[in-house]
């Protein structure tokens, strides 16, 4: 009995270890205004985030996290952490996911670039997610996260800008990973052209397929490859969106 004892406590000890290396330090604050309206648009070039499928509940991530673009989309589940500065403004036992959409740049007219500076995991979120786990009087609060798998309403999006030899791809609206790892475009007259990002969540490819209709690859960062066939019909025209009815689970 004393060695099953023994075992079980040894066993929920990893366990807990386990659960608390999933997390790590970061800091929060928040932008927008009340509705959020202020945090349309952004570095990863979704534009309207209701459109895209984001919602409000969303953050701008310090270079760090943001990657270059290559973490926009992704999620992260964003507690606030009453131990340490700016605990008195934790709502306790209260945590919120977001959605990755923009970028917080470094100020450097603040010391070590300010909050956003090199080397520090920040995120600054829209004010309805951030008031979820903070009191809005505080402004700034110490947090814990860790990268969450996405749920998405929907299937992935894919808005066309560009011009007649270049065409540039917004990818929106990933579940499971979030984020987009490489894609492809088909015309109806080509094979498959591997796309290359060009900023945030936009890739693009030097081809002329304006008339043609269009298929899309895209493997997401959690390795997951879906074709997405006869997305686009022959007659698109630059500035319009199309919807699909597949989705990532990793």
């Known amino acids: 009995m004393a060695n099953s004892s023994m075992l079980c406590t ?22 927008g205004g009340i509705d959020a309206s202020g945090t349309m648009g952004g570095a990863c070039g979704y534009d309207n985030l209701y459109n895209a499928g984001y919602g409000v509940n969303t953050a701008a991530l310090s270079p760090t996290l943001f990657n270059d673009g290559a973490s ?45 500076g ?32 996405c749920s998405r309403t929907g299937g992935v999006r894919f808005s066309i800008a560009g011009s007649q030899y270049f065409l540039l791809v917004n990818i929106q609206n990933l579940g499971g990973s979030g984020s987009v790892g490489a894609a492809w475009v088909k015309g109806d007259k080509t ?38 066939w006869n997305v686009v019909p022959g007659w698109w025209q630059f500035g319009q969106t199309f919807t699909t009815n597949q989705n990532f689970y990793y």
Request: hydrophobic share 40%.
């Open 10 to 31: 040894v066993v929920v000890a990893a366990c807990l270890a386990v659960a608390a290396a999933d997390w790590s330090q970061g800091t929060a604050t928040f932008y």
């Open 72 to 116: 926009c989309g992704q999620c992260y589940l964003i507690t606030c952490d009453p131990t340490r500065l700016g605990g008195q403004w934790c709502k306790p036992g209260n945590s919120i996911t977001v959605s990755a959409t923009n970028l917080c740049p470094s100020n450097y007219a603040l010391p070590n670039g300010g909050w956003c």
């Open 118 to 149: 090199p080397g520090r995991p920040h995120f600054d979120m829209s004010q309805p997610a951030w008031e979820h786990i903070g009191v809005v009087q505080g402004g700034i609060i110490a947090v814990q996260y860790q990268q969450v798998k």
């Open 191 to 228: 094979g498959w052209i591997q796309m290359s990002r060009n900023w945030g969540a936009n890739w693009q490819v030097l081809a002329g397929l304006v008339g043609q209709g269009l298929s899309f690859a895209v493997t997401s960062t959690g390795g997951q490859y879906i074709q997405f």
